[in-house]
T-cell receptor
Framework: AQTVTQSQPEMSVQEAETVTLSCTYD???????LFWYKQPPSRQMILVIR??????QNATENRFSVNFQKAAKSFSLKISDSQLGDAAMYFC????????????FGTGTRLAVRP | ETGVTQSPTHLIKTRGQQVTLRCSSQ?????VSWYQQALGQGPQFIFQ???????GRGNFPPRFSGLQFPNYSSELNVNALELDDSALYLC????????????FGPGTRLTVL
């Protein structure tokens, strides 16, 4: 069974600084995708970034980037120049292409941003 | 382009009752998935519909059922509500089966008393 583990229940970062959120996953599949979703207090799950497992290059989206280590099954999210609006729950998620994109989520990391 | 919408926003029911939650997929999306998110947890996959057919189910009992309509909107029905059914129910759509990125609605908060 596929599992996603987020070992940091809570993290805190000073505004304008950089923070890294950790995620590990377990799978025997070769064709899969990894995601980071953000869930602010409004509850809407917002896609932050996605990574195809077959791509060696790490995905980036503006201030957000990932460190994808396929052999180690690690997928961390780096947020640069943190802003107050980045405060939210962050979920790491995994899907296998052959499964029709059903997502398996981790338990989340709550990120606080200090002004 | 219209995003994923869900109704109602909040709902309070009593144990043993039945509830129907609704979801409108993002424009052009034919695949919809439902997730249950208990307080303090990550979402858990309930089931998925693709072109009006159930296309996979998570570890949820048969009293959780669904429908997808020709316009690709969807319903989640829960019968014989239990206290543990209290959760945020999220609907997500993607453009087509196997196109990997799901877009979520704002969710329906269900409270069972």
């Amino acid at each position: 069974a596929q599992t996603v583990t987020q070992s940091q229940p809570e993290m805190s970062v000073q505004e304008a600084e950089t923070v890294t959120l950790s995620c590990t996953y377990d799978t025997s599949e070769s064709d899969y995708y990894l995601f980071w979703y953000k869930q602010p207090p409004s509850r809407q799950m917002i896609l932050v970034i996605r990574q195809e497992a077959y791509k060696q290059q790490n995905a980036t989206e503006n201030r957000f980037s990932v460190n994808f280590q396929k052999a180690a099954k690690s997928f961390s999210l780096k947020i640069s120049d943190s802003q107050l609006g980045d405060a939210a729950m962050y979920f790491c998620a995994y899907t296998v292409k052959s499964s029709g994109d059903k997502l398996t989520f981790g338990t989340g990391t709550r990120l606080a941003v200090r002004p | 382009e219209t995003g994923v919408t869900q109704s109602p926003t909040h709902l309070i029911k009593t144990r043993g009752q039945q509830v129907t939650l609704r979801c409108s997929s993002q424009s052009g999306h034919n695949t919809v998935s439902w997730y249950q998110q208990a307080l303090g947890q990550g979402p858990q996959f309930i089931f998925q519909y693709y072109r009006e057919e159930e296309n996979g189910r998570g570890n949820f009992p048969p009293r959780f059922s669904g429908l997808q309509f020709p316009n690709y909107s969807s319903e989640l029905n829960v019968n014989a509500l239990e206290l543990d059914d209290s959760a945020l129910y999220l609907c997500a759509s993607n453009r087509d089966w196997g196109t990997d990125t799901q877009y979520f609605g704002p969710g329906t908060r269900l409270t069972v008393l």
